[in-house]
T-cell receptor, first 118, second 113 residues
Framework: GAVVSQHPSWVICKSGTSVKIECRSL??????MFWYRQFPKQSLMLMAT?????????EQGVEKDKFLINHASLTLSTLTVTSAHPEDSSFYIC??????????????FGPGTRLTVL | GENVEQHPSTLSVQEGDSAVIKCTYS??????FPWYKQELGKGPQLIID?????GEKKDQRIAVTLNKTAKHFSLHITETQPEDSAVYFC????????????FGTGTRLLVSP
């Protein structure tokens, strides 16, 4: 199956700083990537959908100026949490999908990135 | 929009027993229903899925059933093993892969030896 990686796997930062999380599809071209946030013992909540080369579509209630998403290539999407605060501490998970009719027809999830803001 | 409810929130079984997790969805236009297993500190992994034109699908010890009329779908795990212990999520979507998934609230399954 397809492999999706995330980097870093965990990060600790001070309040007010920005943090960038990378999501890579390792063996297929991801025309669409999804970013999710998961708080402890809760479900995955979709934050935004990004298509390669275009602006991300954010879910209602997600601040696009705070969570910057860039999907500049078919194998890489980045999520930047700007001016992070303790309430942004969460498990961030990406998934990738090849919309151009490749051999894969499902979302593949990355291993997640645990963000802790002090 | 779509809303997916999942029960139970926790499920404890003895090794070898069967486990059943149930989900209901609200949007009759949903036609793709995957199930994911998430281990602690990891991303979810697809374990089985079903489309709306199929009532049941089985893969070794895992099966999923779908009742579109009632908007119910269930995950069945037989002969449970300790390594089945994890959090299981159901989800619903209108189109496999491309459209966004709406996840259920999760079920924590504990299989005791």
């Amino acid at each position: 199956g397809a492999v999706v990686s995330q980097h870093p796997s965990w990060v600790i930062c001070k309040s007010g700083t920005s943090v960038k999380i990378e999501c890579r599809s390792l063996d297929f071209q991801a025309t669409t990537m999804f970013w999710y946030r998961q708080f402890p013992k809760q479900s995955l909540m979709l934050m935004a959908t990004s298509n390669e080369g275009s602006k991300a579509t954010y879910e209602q209630g997600v601040e696009k100026d705070k969570f910057l998403i860039n999907h500049a290539s078919l194998t890489l999407s980045t999520l930047t949490v700007t001016s992070a605060h303790p309430e942004d501490s969460s498990f961030y998970i990406c998934s990738a999908f090849d919309r151009q009719g490749g051999i894969y027809n499902e979302q593949f999830f990355g291993p997640g990135t645990r963000l802790t803001v002090l | 929009g779509e809303n997916v409810e999942q029960h139970p929130s926790t499920l404890s079984v003895q090794e070898g027993d069967s486990a059943v997790i149930k989900c209901t969805y609200s949007d009759s236009a949903s036609n793709y229903f995957p199930w994911y297993k998430q281990e602690l500190g990891k991303g979810p992994q697809l374990i089985i899925d079903i489309r709306s034109n199929v009532g049941e699908k089985k893969d070794q010890r895992i099966a999923v059933t779908l009742n579109k009329t009632a908007k119910h779908f269930s995950l069945h795990i037989t002969e449970t093993q300790p390594e089945d212990s994890a959090v299981y999520f159901c989800a619903a979507s209108k189109v496999r892969g491309f459209q966004k998934l709406v996840f259920g609230t999760g079920t924590r399954l504990l299989v005791s030896p």
